[in-house]
T-cell receptor, first 112, second 114 residues
Framework: AQSVTQLGSHVSVSEGALVLLRCNYS??????LFWYVQYPNQGLQLLLK??????LVKGINGFEAEFKKSETSFHLTKPSAHMSDAAEYFC??????????FGTGTKLQVIP | NAGVTQTPKFRVLKTGQSMTLLCAQD?????MYWYRQDPGMGLRLIHY?????TTAKGEVPDGYNVSRLKKQNFLLGLESAAPSQTSVYFC???WGVGPYNEQFFGPGTRLTVL
């Protein structure tokens, strides 16, 4: 069975600092991986996805993630946090053509 | 395009009452999903559909029923609401599975069962 683990339910960073949100997955087949963002009182929207092309994936709003098979990780990063990045972030894994599994989410707080 | 829309946005029910949540998408997606979101638990799949006229159980289907009579609509029903069903419900749709499983979400319905 597939699973996804997001380390840290809450992460705080200063404005302008590096953002690092961790995601580790387990999958018995090559996975497809997604990061979604949820702003308060809204639905989720796609930030970026890995579909077995380039291992470094760039998304919207300056975010990127690197697929590391050896570490079974897909961590989300942004070089410089902005106040507007405050939201909840969800990692999701799709093993092959099976159903998606979402992580439990990480709330990002940006401190001015 | 409106994307994925959900009605209603808020609802308060008494224990034992029934209701239907409506989800509509205008992207011609084959796959549609209903999730519930609870603090600290992420999104949990209730039911899903792989096409018009089909439905299947997800991770937490008990107490819910669904129907997909038209491709663009996916209805979620609560037959006899319980306080444990207090949650935020999200509908989503996608073109396909695997690498095509980018899901588009509605704005959510906040349901409180007293």
């Amino acid at each position: 069975a597939q699973s996804v683990t997001q380390l840290g339910s809450h992460v705080s960073v200063s404005e302008g600092a590096l953002v690092l949100l961790r995601c580790n997955y387990s999958s018995s087949v090559p996975p497809y991986l997604f990061w979604y963002v949820q702003y308060p009182n809204q639905g989720l929207q796609l930030l970026l996805k890995y579909t077995s092309a380039a291992t470094l994936v760039k998304g919207i709003n300056g975010f990127e993630a690197e697929f590391k098979k050896s570490e079974t990780s897909f961590h989300l990063t942004k070089p410089s946090a902005h106040m507007s990045d405050a939201a909840e972030y969800f990692c999701a894994v799709v093993p092959g053509y099976q159903k998606v599994t979402f992580g439990t989410g990480t709330k990002l707080q940006v401190i001015p | 395009n409106a994307g994925v829309t959900q009605t209603p946005k808020f609802r308060v029910l008494k224990t034992g009452q029934s209701m239907t949540l409506l989800c509509a998408q205008d992207m011609n997606h084959e796959y549609m999903y209903w999730y519930r979101q609870d603090p600290g638990m992420g999104l949990r799949l209730i039911h899903y559909s792989v096409g018009e006229g089909t439905t299947a159980k997800g991770e937490v289907p008990d107490g819910y029923n669904v129907s997909r009579l038209k491709k663009q609509n996916f209805l979620l029903g609560l037959e006899s609401a319980a306080p444990s069903q207090t949650s935020v419900y999200f509908c989503a749709s996608s073109w396909g599975v695997g690498p095509y499983n980018e899901q588009f979400f509605g704005p959510g319905t906040r349901l409180t069962v007293l």
